[in-house]
């Protein structure tokens, strides 16, 4: 009995001893430490966050980045190799970069997003405005007048629209200057002039009137035809060859040319501008294209210098030519017109001691009838009377024949 009581307490004890052994294989079979199932999985779910848990294995692998420890914990880290940790440090450095390093794909990506922002969005880059040139620009406000009628444009460029035309000595307040280039304000925005016809408003030192002159005739007559006025259907021929020479040999358009030089220089010396319809004698200009000049510059005068001829070698003397009341191409202009004649044959005659004719009213002179300014032609004396034609050649006389002239447009003006 005592036998069979000791062979029950061992078989007991080897019961207990196997269920205890069945436990610790079902573990291993898990390939698993009992008590680690709970931390991996909080540590899953930690990685599922973002790796913010709680686990000290993930954080240390987000700390490291790279991972030089064995455990589980460096997971994060693992299969980071030596190339993707230059690659994080590169982009770190770059500021491009994650905290925990995301190889050489991480710093291509930002690479290319520096780069052009028109090829990004797959635009093609607008050409730039025309602008001023910064480098010589400057800016200032200051007062300007135009020195001759001189288109204002949106832009410093030819090219630019015309946004419209302003007259000489049209008033800006100019901003900036490039030197070719002139920002003005108008109408409260800001447009560009041509630099060379802009003067600061404190420099003008002109009395502010234009005369255009207009030396008669040429080297070589044009016989084509053109009309005597807008519209005509007469027609005259474009420019005379002038009178012909009586004593001196001098040509009227020679003769012309030298006063209407001595004019222009005596006008400039009075603070007059002056523009020239012509310098020399080797030129082709009609009448009509004459009259033109003197319009598109806006004249305040326009004086067309001519000398006289007759068949009566006896006639002598000057006269001016203007329009008539009922001109039909200009007539309007007729009282000034008539006036600056009045003027201008009173300031020569009395300039020259020359007897006065008379002022001849006529709507037969096609230099006249284009005009829209106020115009007078001045016939200086008869080339046809020995006299006179000796008198016109010599340089004393012109000078006198041009100061005259001069004394009559100030009259003219007021002056």
């Not at 005592?2 to 898990?30: F, P």
Request: with cysteine; glycine share 12%; charged share 25%.
């Amino acid at each position: 009995m005592k036998i069979y009581k000791r062979w029950m307490v061992c078989l007991l004890i080897m019961a207990l001893a196997l269920s205890g052994c069945g436990n610790s294989g079902k573990n291993a079979e898990n390939g698993q430490p009992a008590g680690i199932q709970k931390a991996d999985a909080e540590s899953g779910q930690e990685h599922a966050d973002g790796g913010s848990g709680d686990s000290e294995a993930a954080r240390d692998g987000t700390e490291e980045g790279a991972g030089t420890g064995d455990s589980s914990a460096d997971g994060t880290a693992q299969g980071t190799d030596s190339k993707d940790k230059d690659g994080a440090k590169d982009a770190s450095a770059d500021g491009k970069g994650s905290e925990n390093g995301s190889g050489d794909s991480a710093a291509d990506g930002a690479a290319q997003g520096a780069g052009d922002p028109s090829e990004k969005d797959g635009k093609t880059k607008e050409p730039e405005a025309p602008a001023l040139n910064k480098e010589t620009a400057v800016y200032s406000r200051e007062e300007v007048v135009t020195t001759s009628s001189v288109n204002v444009r949106t832009a410093p460029s030819t090219d630019s629209e015309v946004y419209q035309t302003a007259a000489r000595r049209s008033e800006f307040v100019r901003t900036a200057d490039d030197g070719t280039w002139s920002a003005v304000e108008l109408d409260g925005k800001e447009y560009y002039v041509a630099s060379e016809y802009l003067m600061l408003k404190s420099e003008m030192k002109d009395n502010g009137f234009l005369v255009v002159i207009d030396a008669g005739h040429q080297g070589k007559g044009n016989s084509e035809q053109e009309p005597i006025g807008p519209g005509a259907s007469e027609t005259k021929a474009k420019v005379a060859s002038g009178t012909s020479r009586c004593v001196t040999g001098l040509n009227e358009y020679e003769l012309t040319l030298s006063v209407s030089l001595k004019l222009q220089a005596e006008l400039e010396a009075r603070g007059y501008q002056v523009v020239m319809v012509r310098t020399s004698h080797d030129v082709n200009i009609s009448n009509s294209e004459r009259a033109a000049i003197a319009n598109n510059a806006g004249a305040d005068a326009f004086i067309r210098v001519h000398a006289n001829g007759s068949e009566d070698s006896g006639q002598n003397g000057i006269l001016t030519i203007c329009p008539t009341s009922a001109n039909p191409y200009m007539g309007n202009l007729y009282s000034q017109c008539r006036s600056l004649s009045e003027c201008v044959l009173d300031g020569a005659v009395n300039a020259t001691g020359a007897n006065k004719q008379y002022i001849w009213e006529t709507d037969s002179m096609s230099g006249i009838n284009w005009c829209t300014v106020p115009v007078t032609i001045v016939e200086m004396g008869f080339m046809t009377n020995p006299t006179e034609d000796a008198n016109m050649a010599d340089e004393g006389y012109q000078q006198r024949l041009s100061t005259g002239i001069a004394d009559g447009l100030d009259a003219y003006f007021g002056i």
